[in-house]
């Protein structure tokens, strides 16, 4: 039988935690200030309420100011804007995010294309996508950026591997594709047009799943030894009524087959977060004229 590594996210993102309080502690002794997180949320969605509630406190456990922006669910596009242009004059603040998804009146390229590129730690902003398309030094978006990291635990050598990325959203697909061709990795896009998409799993090395879709990747789609990252937060009623959160890999399956596999919870999701922390990190080191530190 195939003997599968489980992927503990948590544990990793835990170890980028404590090196963010190390490079956090060192700004502050340098500077006098700690460096500062800006999350906006407009309106009430309960998903989008739990994310910024554990963004603030994975701020205080690395010894950043983390700055909680709530705004009504009914506000105009013009004034969100210049409530983020207000960040972006505020020197206490080195990170701006602003939480997706927007309430459906605003348009949300504006709203990221106003956010101040060099506070941009999502790293949705066009300039931003644009540098990271052409290999250039950029802000890295989170979950992609913690794919990559936690696929090098496993693979030390990622050139040549076919690799299956499912999805091709703007936050998560798109940007995974192009840090995965910087790997030179050999890279196939499977979404909800693609014909046949298990026979194509079925030959990569790395199949990466970030489309949404409950329990949609199974043993039959992956090839013996494979390594499955699952991005899927679904959350589903379990049989007492309560909320669970499942991936987008059918994990019971996969596992007798892959060599190596994320779980949900405690894959990739830890690892988001903890991108967030060291790209607002390195955020306040460039807006400093400081090297960027090692992570």
């Known amino acids: ?36 997180l800006a999350t906006v949320l407009v309106g009430d969605h309960p998903a989008s309420q739990v994310y910024v509630r554990a963004k603030g406190r994975a701020c205080a456990g690395s010894q950043l100011s983390a700055f909680d922006i709530r705004l009504p669910g009914d506000i105009s596009e013009a004034s969100l804007a210049a409530e983020i ?35 941009d730690v999502d790293g949705f902003h066009p300039v931003n996508v644009g ?11 989170c979950t992609p950026q913690g794919c990559i990291r936690l696929l090098r635990t496993v693979h030390a050598d990622l050139a040549g591997l076919g690799t299956v990325v499912i999805g091709r959203s ?27 998409a298990g026979e194509i799993c079925r030959g990569a090395d790395i199949v990466i799943a970030a489309a949404g879709q409950p329990g949609m990747v199974n043993g039959n789609w992956i090839k013996p030894g494979a390594t499955v990252l699952d991005v899927g937060i679904n959350p589903m009623p379990n049989s007492e009524g309560r909320g ?19 779980p ?32």
């Open 170 to 196: 703007n936050i998560v697909g798109k940007p995974l594709v192009a840090l995965l061709l910087q790997a030179d990795c050999t890279v196939t896009v499977v979404h909800s047009k693609t014909r046949d």
């Open 85 to 119: 242009e207000q960040l972006n004059r505020d020197d206490r603040i080195d990170g701006v995010l602003v939480q997706l998804p927007l309430p459906r009146h605003i348009e949300p390229h504006r709203i990221l294309g106003a956010i101040d590129p060099a506070r």
């Open 264 to 295: 949900v919870p405690g894959g990739v999701g830890p690892m988001t977060i903890a991108c967030l922390l060291l790209n607002t990190l390195l955020a306040a080191c460039r807006r400093r004229g400081i090297a960027d530190p090692a992570f």
């Open 131 to 141: 540098r990271l398309w052409s290999g250039l030094p950029t802000m890295i978006p």
């Open 244 to 262: 669970r959160v499942v991936g987008d890999v059918d994990f019971h399956s996969v596992s007798q087959v892959a060599g190596a596999i994320t």
């Open 1 to 36: 039988m195939q003997r599968t590594t489980v992927i503990d996210g948590a544990a990793h993102a835990a170890a980028l935690r404590r090196r963010a309080a190390e490079v956090a502690a060192d700004l502050r002794s340098k500077t006098g200030t700690a460096p500062g």
